[in-house]
């Protein structure tokens, strides 16, 4: 089993490696791949625009100190397929976010699941509902 | 099912959802591409026809990030269609050792004085990217893409209108047109230092998008000629590529049958590379309903500027840690 364990654990770290994501701005000579940190706070600017939305929320650090984290997406026309709009989030919104931290230890990074006050969460797993 | 399956299966499907998804392009809404008709027997193809609506015939397939489809830094996996990616890459001549592809002998054949100007410029993808803190791109600060950027960069839903003197190409991201004349017109000669006279038709100067002229070598084959650009301060890719006011591009457009349009680009400056070569070959392009809404991908000033000063200068390696 054992065996077994590690040969689909490797086979989800490809599939994983594979999932890189292309990026239309920029790359990811900024970000410490593979690396997550999931902060719970309270949305402070959700930022809608092109090449890059961003989401600014306010989280209590390991300290108790609050950490003030920005946390980019792909650009507006790229996200809203994904569940996204310009009115997913407003300023005082609860949030739990998983994100993927920039290199130099500054809070920021970018989102890779958000789950909102209601539960919900994005990116919604569907392809184009056109098709 | 037992639970030697089920462990592992959790395994794969948490690693899976916890992938960046929501960074990755996706289909266009409404868009059809050659995977929702499989099957399909495409009509032949209309007669020196080039008008209409034209997607890339896979989600994202025009977008190349990382370089010149035909000549990126790291090729895409044929089987998944996704970028190879390096584990432990080396330093790279920008100073930062990139998570990323780096096989740079698949590069263009630049001249001592290309090789000069692509190491002058820090791209924020390819295998000599930076962070945004420290590039220097000039499509970032919203300067104009210019051509063949526009088409080897960030090729997404175009239009193309024909009439009989010239097409005008209507493109998605930044939101730019630009017009080949048809009309039999040839090439300004010297479009740096012209010499205009009343029988020009056009007053040459030099353009972030050149000067295009085109024609039909075949029913179906239309080849356009550019040239008359403005200077280094539009790359030819996104992975820094220089690009020259002695740049000349051909752009061939293959009509293959009712559906479906070939685009290819080719690259020639002496300046900067030894030898003409393909930038992109064949790229796929798949007619889509009249009725299709292009997206608007406006470059904002006011936006990069918020952008910047919120996000991408903080994003240097040299920036202290802080809160």
């Known amino acids: 089993?054992?065996?077994?364990?590690?040969?689909?654990?490797?086979?989800?770290?490809?599939?994983?490696?594979?999932?890189?994501?292309?990026?239309?701005?920029?790359?990811?000579?900024?970000?410490?791949?593979?690396?997550?940190?999931?902060?719970?706070?309270?949305?402070?600017?959700?930022?809608?625009?092109?090449?890059?939305?961003?989401?600014?929320?306010?989280?209590?650090?390991?300290?108790?100190?609050?950490?003030?984290?920005?946390?980019?997406?792909?650009?507006g026309p790229n996200i809203l397929p994904q569940g996204f709009t310009k009115q997913t989030?407003?300023?005082?919104?609860?949030?739990?976010?998983?994100?993927?931290?920039?290199?130099?230890?500054?809070?920021?990074?970018?989102?890779?699941?958000?789950?909102?006050?209601?539960?919900?969460?994005?990116?919604?797993?569907?392809?184009?509902?056109?098709? | 099912m037992s639970k030697h399956v089920v462990v592992p299966s959790l395994a794969l499907v948490a690693v899976l959802v916890c992938s960046p998804a929501v960074h990755a392009q996706g289909p266009l809404p409404g868009a059809v591409y050659d995977k929702d008709r499989k099957g399909e027997k495409p009509g032949p193809a209309p007669r020196r026809e080039l008008a209409g609506v034209w997607e890339p015939a896979t989600p994202a397939g025009g977008i190349q990030g990382k370089g010149a489809l035909a000549m990126e830094s790291c090729r895409r996996d044929k089987a998944t269609g996704r970028y190879v990616v390096q584990q432990n890459p080396p330093q790279t001549d920008t100073g930062y050792a990139t998570d990323d592809c780096l096989k740079p002998e698949v590069e263009p054949p630049y001249t001592a004085v290309g090789l000069e100007r692509l190491k002058a410029h820090k791209p924020v993808e390819g295998y000599r990217m930076v962070p945004d803190a420290v590039n220097n791109d000039p499509i970032l600060?919203?300067?104009?893409?210019?051509?063949?950027?526009?088409?080897?960069?960030?090729?997404?839903?175009?239009?193309?209108?024909?009439?009989?003197?010239?097409?005008?190409?209507?493109?998605?991201?930044?939101?730019?047109?630009?017009?080949?004349?048809?009309?039999?017109?040839?090439?300004?000669?010297?479009?740096?230092?012209?010499?205009?006279?009343?029988?020009?038709?056009?007053?040459?100067?030099?353009?972030?998008?050149?000067?295009?002229?085109?024609?039909?070598?075949?029913?179906?084959?239309?080849?356009?000629?550019?040239?008359?650009?403005?200077?280094?301060?539009?790359?030819?890719?996104?992975?820094?590529?220089?690009?020259?006011?002695?740049?000349?591009?051909e752009e061939t457009y293959h009509r293959v049958d009712a559906n479906h349009l070939e685009l290819s680009i080719k690259i020639t400056d002496a300046q900067l590379y030894t030898r003409p070569w393909v930038a992109l070959d064949r790229l796929s392009l798949r007619l889509q309903s009249p009725n299709l809404d292009i997206q608007e991908m406006e470059c904002s000033p006011s936006d990069q500027k918020h952008y910047y000063e919120n996000f991408g200068s903080l994003t240097g390696l040299d920036a202290a840690p802080g809160k």
């Open chain 1, 1 to 75: 089993m054992r065996h077994r364990l590690l040969r689909t654990l490797g086979v989800a770290l490809g599939l994983s490696i594979a999932s890189v994501p292309l990026l239309a701005h920029h790359g990811a000579a900024q970000f410490d791949l593979g690396k997550k940190v999931t902060a719970k706070g309270t949305v402070t600017e959700w930022f809608w625009a092109n090449p890059h939305c961003f989401l600014r929320f306010d989280a209590a650090g390991d300290d108790g100190q609050i950490v003030h984290w920005a946390v980019e997406t792909q650009s």
């Open chain 2, 141 to 249: 600060g919203c300067d104009p893409g210019g051509f063949p950027r526009i088409v080897l960069h960030n090729f997404r839903t175009s239009e193309i209108l024909q009439t009989p003197t010239h097409l005008v190409m209507l493109y998605k991201f930044q939101k730019r047109y630009r017009t080949i004349w048809t009309d039999g017109r040839d090439l300004p000669k010297n479009p740096q230092q012209p010499a205009w006279t009343t029988a020009d038709r056009l007053p040459p100067e030099p353009r972030w998008w050149g000067y295009s002229v085109g024609r039909w070598v075949d029913d179906y084959t239309f080849v356009a000629r550019t040239n008359g650009f403005q200077d280094d301060r539009t790359w030819l890719d996104n992975a820094g590529l220089p690009q020259s006011d002695t740049t000349e591009v």
């Open chain 1, 89 to 131: 989030f407003k300023v005082g919104d609860e949030v739990t976010v998983t994100l993927e931290p920039v290199k130099n230890g500054r809070p920021l990074g970018r989102l890779l699941r958000v789950v909102l006050g209601d539960g919900s969460s994005l990116p919604l797993a569907t392809g184009n509902p056109q098709n």
